[in-house]
DNA sequence: CTTTAATAGTTGCAATCGTAACTATCGATT
DNA sequence: AATCGATAGTTACGATTGCAACTATTAAAG
């Protein structure tokens, strides 16, 4: 279709993006208007109760590819909610362990509840098939991101 | 793992935003080196120089997920560059048709040009399966969002 | 040890964003 | 044809963002 050979249709960021943009707007809209939480607030919060151990900001920030000044306010927002505490690592003092209260856990619980119902939406939407390839394929980018932040940079 | 029956690591919405950010902030990095082009600004002339007619600043919005006052303030920016030229419809004049100017297709073939690169450098990445597999399941999200565009939806 | 480089996290500030309100126009209803 | 509701696009303004610079601390190099 493309006078050249490039078919932005098939160009992976800008789908990407706009798969993502779709995905993410109608289900932000639920968590907003129930709790007054921000995207990075809930994508912190979903990190850090999907983990069995405590994380860092870093580590919360390389889990959820958000940048950590992004984190640092997420993290202050909850901490004002009082849904997670902080914790100072004894070893090195630079660290600060992040784990969610009582009462975070519960949000996160009742957020999950909220999520698991959209991600059925989204089953039905896009069907058994598309749902599997998708799970395939962004499961190939996830090695890939493992593997990149192995080797450094800057987000 | 996680002790009810929520897995965030099967969360579409997260998993997309996490493969979606990932892939767009190096690629990100190297138009605005190139070009000072914003995001935004790349992604509409992504639309306007992929498509063989004029596009309004909704088909705009639409094709890329973009809110409007976004689209709004891009099409501004590449106008301003005279990447991008208006016309008014003269049936309806709320519309203004949106083209490419000679200088604007210019750019787009440069900036296609790095684009087909770091696709390349992605295939490379997660391999021909992943590849595949995303592009099925993008595929799905794809129709998904097209019937979505029928039945409205405020975004 | 002392200096230097690297890392974790925060913050000031300018740039960008999205909501809501606005202008302009069109179509439908009466 | 006057009114009302919808639509295309813009803009004011408060909220959010990311870059760069910063503090504090640790690790590495000499």
Redesign the pocket.
């Known amino acids: 279709m493309a006078v050249d050979g490039f078919e932005l249709n098939a160009f992976l960021p800008y789908r990407l993006n706009r798969a993502a943009e779709f995905v993410a707007v109608r289900f932000a809209a639920e968590y907003k208007a129930r709790y007054q939480l921000?995207?990075?607030e809930w994508r912190t919060l979903a990190a850090l109760g999907s983990s069995t151990h405590a994380m860092?900001?870093?580590?919360v920030?390389t889990h959820s590819a958000?940048?950590?000044?992004?984190?640092?306010?997420?993290?202050?927002g909850l901490e004002e909610r009082r849904w997670l505490k902080?914790s100072e690592d004894q070893?090195?003092?630079?660290?600060?362990?992040?784990e969610l209260t009582k009462a975070g856990r519960t949000a996160y619980r009742e957020l999950t509840n909220l999520a698991s119902a959209y991600q059925a939406q989204l089953h039905d939407l896009i069907g058994v098939g598309g749902m599997k390839a998708l799970s395939a394929g962004l499961e190939a980018i996830e090695r890939a991101i493992d593997k990149a932040e192995k080797r450094?940079s800057r987000t």
């Open positions: 921000t995207r990075p860092t900001a870093t580590d920030g958000m940048h950590k000044t992004k984190v640092s306010r997420a993290v202050s902080r070893d090195d003092r630079r660290l600060e362990h992040l450094p």
